[in-house]
């Protein structure tokens, strides 16, 4: 998902498969942290992404709006947006460490729920009955998934409902943000805070590289870079409506590289809780589109 603001210019079907192809590349980009973390804290391959990342998007910020897009206005802002972004990508990170891959980000996508409830209590945006129906059924497909209680259940599971929670919060942070910054902007310094903050303290977990990982970090920072610019891009030219649903592929490629690179495959319940998660919030970006339309 994006935070951006922006004005759709009426190319849905382009906006469409920018969506598919950014949602995939992240996909690509979490199976990599995946891979990586059976060597390295999730720390130290959240600094090298942004870090390498970080050049690619001045030049990008650079070329798409000179050297206004390099200035913000309330640099403060993204310096608390930088350190949101880092927890939520830890937690993350540590989570697709120990479960599976599919069965996080299942997980993760009850971010727009936890977005409609804080919006509401901490906002005082007016949210239907409805809409509440929907944070509280996604909800209980989170329970599905981690079936607290029962003997599979396992802790780790509340990560990506952690990391979920730490997400609405970057998101409903971009109500901080000068309206004048671009989204390319916004991009270049949440990556470059994000480098910053978590260079200040990932000497304390520093592993050496080891030289056949080198091509890996690398790969982390281009599709991970590739997937936000083209998601991005996509709000720009097609309405939220067309795209946002969009980002729900990541199951599928999350649930297909599980498979391809780990052999897991998610159990019954898992699948149903999905299923709940993905309609309940399926409705609600429906639901807000509808009222706001």
């Known amino acids: 998902m994006t935070d951006a603001r922006m004005t759709p210019i009426g190319s849905p079907a382009a906006g469409a498969l920018l969506m598919c192809v950014g949602v995939a590349s992240l996909s690509v980009n979490d199976a990599i942290a995946k891979t990586l973390t059976a060597t390295y804290s999730p720390l130290q391959i959240l600094f090298l992404r942004n870090a390498i990342a970080l050049p690619f998007a001045i030049a990008l910020a650079w070329a798409t709006g000179g050297a206004g897009a390099l200035r913000s206005h309330r640099p403060a802002a993204h310096v608390v947006r930088g350190a949101l972004w880092i927890v939520a990508t830890l937690l993350f990170f540590t989570s697709i460490s120990r479960m599976g891959l599919a069965e996080a980000t299942a997980l993760a996508f009850v971010a727009p729920l936890f977005i409609t409830a804080l919006s509401a209590l901490l906002l005082a945006e007016p949210v239907g009955w409805r809409r509440w129906l929907a944070v509280l059924a ?156």
């Open 138 to 293: 996604g909800f209980v497909g989170v329970l599905i998934v981690v079936r607290p209680g029962a003997e599979t259940f396992r802790p780790v599971s509340l990560l990506p409902v952690a990391t979920a929670f730490v997400y609405a919060f970057l998101m409903i942070g971009a109500r901080w943000l000068d309206p004048r910054e671009s989204v390319w902007t916004l991009l270049l310094y949440l990556t470059g805070a994000a480098a910053l903050l978590s260079g200040m303290v990932v000497p304390f977990v520093w592993i050496p590289l080891r030289a056949q990982d080198l091509w890996l970090f690398g790969a982390i920072a281009v599709f991970g870079t590739a997937g936000m610019t083209m998601m991005t891009q996509a709000f720009r030219l097609a309405p939220a409506a067309v795209v946002a649903p969009l980002d729900y592929t990541a199951l599928i490629w999350a649930t297909l590289l599980g498979w391809l690179i780990w052999r897991e495959i998610p159990d019954a319940p898992a699948v149903l809780g999905a299923a709940v998660i993905v309609a309940s919030g399926g409705f609600v970006l429906w639901r807000e589109h509808r009222l706001r339309g």
